[in-house]
């Protein structure tokens, strides 16, 4: 590696996990700011920074304010907080964690629909507050994975690992993308409402952004039935907040189970109240083992980038992107 390579100065805005922290710090120039904020930088380090490392919003305006940025490693698999589109339009790379987060969030939607159709966490609950011993058993579930049919929404890497997991439950598999997947044998609706009329049990992994936003509305949640199950395991955007309190709350649907939310991490009141939702705070990939894997991930597209001109994992918007020379 040349000198000039290790050289590179690489912006840390906001929080990062500090094993990526620590590679960073030993193979990079690192500058560290509270947010992504250009106005955080004077212009020397403005100029001086050629890649950013994050987990927070990067737009428009701090691409632009960084005239010699070349690669944003985002740590997620999810990259609706970078503006992929701009950064594309002005050749700039951006790179994203997928694959080493995929199992261990599809076992936390399987945790999430377990534990909102069973009631798991209301049943230790009981018996944690001494209720087992006071008032017998606890009452019979009226939920059940057996006979339900289930429609996942968003049928990328996670929303497979999902559908695998689902079928050694013994239940059939249907869903929703914004296009068929050529090689699966999944049932695909052309529309989420569709896909949500003809199942009881909708699983959320969909990517955020425009054209997700409260896609999973009033309408989708009605079309689920009184039996109807909704797990969250994607992003908080894509659903109707409001309109999901109103389902839990009058029984249109039977339960949810959510692990994201639209604000983070402040969740409504409105859905807080709901006995019948079970909700984690984003812990989807929060292992020590996988968010390990997510820091490597995201410092070794820095390292192949300014070592060998290549990216590992780019995201679909900025494919075509080639190192500056």
Known sequence: MSSTQTQATVLIPGKLHPHAV????????AVRIERGDAALLDEE???????IASATVIDAALIDAL??????????VGYDVVDAAHAGARGVMVTNTPDVLTEEVADTAIGLLINAVRELPRAEAYLRAGRWSREGAYPLTRGSLRGRSVGIFGMGRIGRAIARRIEAFGLPVSYHNRRQVEDI??????????????????????PGGTATEKAVNADVLAALGPEG???NIGRGSTVDEEALADALRSGTIL????????DEPNVPEALMACENACLLPHVGSASVHTRQGMADLTVDNLIAWFTE??????VPETAHVGQKR
């Open 255 to 262: 339960a949810a189970g959510l692990d994201v939310f639209v």
């Open 22 to 29: 620590s590679r960073i710090e030993e193979r990079f120039q």
């Open 67 to 76: 005239p010699n940025l070349e690669i944003i490693a985002n740590f997620g």
């Open 229 to 231: 199950v909704f797990v």
């Open 45 to 51: 380090a403005r100029r001086a920074v050629r890649g």
């Open 309 to 314: 001109g290549k990216a590992l994992t780019p």
């Open 185 to 206: 044998d999944y049932r695909y609706y052309p529309t989420l409402l569709s896909l949500a009329e003809a199942v009881d049990t909708l699983i959320s992994v969909a």
